[in-house]
């Protein structure tokens, strides 16, 4: 049994991108990450600060615009304009949640396509079903890297996401269905209304959870020898210490004695994701240089 190890292949695409930045550098330009931010959720603010930290590792300019939380929609429409206009920034993100006097989509849809590095914008949205290049959406790119390079390509796999939401489940389920090197994956996706899951989930030879639920995938649900990747993070309290703690959607410690290789939480998924947006804003920078 393998335990994936996320830290260490973010590791190496970290590596890599260095080396692209250093060239970009060299061609007079630094690649721009914008990051605008809606009130004062800590959990998002501690997220973008763990961004922050790794742009600044590999040498990605990134600058955080803070909005107060009584922003108007078009206050905020405004503030994304002016960074689709400003030629230093060659990605936007847009934290969520927003203040619930806020609308995501119609905002996300105003960031400028070729600057949309978490592809969030419905029209890369829709290119990525459509199997065309565009930016895809960093949670569900980091899991399909680390699924190749980790030795687990997904190619001709029967594929199980449990889980259905618009950052993870579906785009993951575009991704890995393409007819494309590192796909062409037979996928199913599972969620609430699925009837008994089990006996979808035991027929995986690739397991993804990503439902946000604290250990919910029991090595009953797990087929011999399957590959589980968890992406949920859930804080729950250590009976032991009293204190909290993450933990994933998949009750590790019983799943790694059937699974032939899983992923930890923390230390798996988590790590691509900062890693995959650091290398779609280092895409953007590339495109615009030629
Ligand atoms: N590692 C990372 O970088 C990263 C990034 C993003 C999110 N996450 C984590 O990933 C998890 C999922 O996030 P999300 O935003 O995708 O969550 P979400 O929007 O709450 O969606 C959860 C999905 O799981 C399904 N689900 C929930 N309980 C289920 C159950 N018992 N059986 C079958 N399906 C079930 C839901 O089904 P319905 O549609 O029927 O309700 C829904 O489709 C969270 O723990 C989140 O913190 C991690």
Redesign the pocket.
Known sequence: MEIIDGKKIAGEVREELKSKVAKLKEGGVTPGLAAIIVGDDPASRSYLKGISKGCGNIGINMETFELPADATQEGLENKIEELNRDEKFHGIILQLPLPKHLNALKAESAISPRKDVDGTNPVNTGKLLLGEDTFLP??PY?VQQLLVRSGNNPEGKNVVI????????KPLMGILMQKREGANATVTV?????KD?PSVTRQADILIA????PK?ITADMVGEGAVVID????SVEDPETGKRKLVG?VDFDNVKEKACAITPVPG???P??VTMLMANTVRACEILMG
């Open positions: 960093s949670t980091g449990c889980g259905r939401s618009n950052i993870v489940g599972c969620h609430t209304r699925t899951l990503a439902m946000g639920r919910v992406v949920g993070v859930n959607d798996g998924t988590g691509m994701t």
